[in-house]
């Protein structure tokens, strides 16, 4: 795949998200056909988009959401801690229906929107890169390391390339303080999705999804082949947010560890 080519079609799943609709108008440009998918209400069809609604639960209807498709975009999926059930029907049986689908259908490539969540349980006083070892913060975290694990065999038993985005936070601004090294830009994100589309041969490719933050936690050295450059930066916004933002007590877990609040979530289930 060279970098200035168009793909024929691309699939976004979970286009009806908060992430989705951002990459549903940046996808664009990269495809003659955007095909969006989710189980929530997309509306209309836009120019150059199929609509095809689908619950990733359901294998034969995510088998033929992949017909046709040339590379997918997979943010569908619960993207917050909760109990198990819908999270296993969404993200775990959801994405080894979307990883078989992909097989059968031959799609070569895949973006994996993972998370930061993967690793949660790295202190915040920590840089760490791809290769420190998974600690999830919760169930949510846990069904994203299956993704990753999944995706990682689906390339090297059947050659499906994946990029697993371990997103950190990405919403219109930084929010609160730990969002200071977590932050992920709107622009940045599509850049990181581009990359992640057309880089030539990036195999099986675990990055973090941040924007150029000085308080940053991750190191993507070993990712530099996706040629990702972020060109915003949360630091422009830290004199907001430090003046209506308090500092949590050191001691108190969300300051201590990388996944923030979902380190303390829950339970759940009684
Ligand atoms: P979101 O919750 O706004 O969107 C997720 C979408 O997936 C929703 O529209 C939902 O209807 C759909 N979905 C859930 N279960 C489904 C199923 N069984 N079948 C079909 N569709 C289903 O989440 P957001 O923020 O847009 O995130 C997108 C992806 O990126 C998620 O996978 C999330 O885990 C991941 N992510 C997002 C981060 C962020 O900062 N926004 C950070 C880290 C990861
Ligand atoms: C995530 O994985 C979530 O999808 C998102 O809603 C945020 O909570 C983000 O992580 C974060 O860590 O800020």
Known sequence: MADTSQFDRILLTGAAGGLGRVLRE??????????????????????????????????????????????????????????????????????????????RNHVPRVVFASSNHVTGFHRQSDRIDAQAPMRPDGLYGVSKCFGENLSRFYFDRYGIETVCLRIGSSFPEVRDRRMLSTFLSYDDLVELVRCALFAESPGHTVIYGMSNNTAGWWDNSKASHLGFRARDSADVQRPRVEAQVPPLDPADPAAVYQGGAFVRAGPFEE
Do not use: M, T, W
């Not at 975009?73 to 109990?83: N, R, T």
């Open 26 to 103: 940046g996808l664009k440009p990269f495809a003659r056909i955007l095909r969006v998918s989710d189980r929530a209400e997309l509306g209309d069809a836009r120019p150059r988009e199929e609509v095809v609604p689908c619950d990733l639960a359901d294998a034969a209807s995510v088998r033929r959401l992949l017909e046709g498709v040339e590379a997918v975009v997979h943010l569908g999926g619960i993207s917050v801690e909760g109990p198990f059930e819908p999270i296993l029907q969404s993200n775990i049986v959801g994405v080894y229906n979307l990883y078989e689908a992909a097989r």
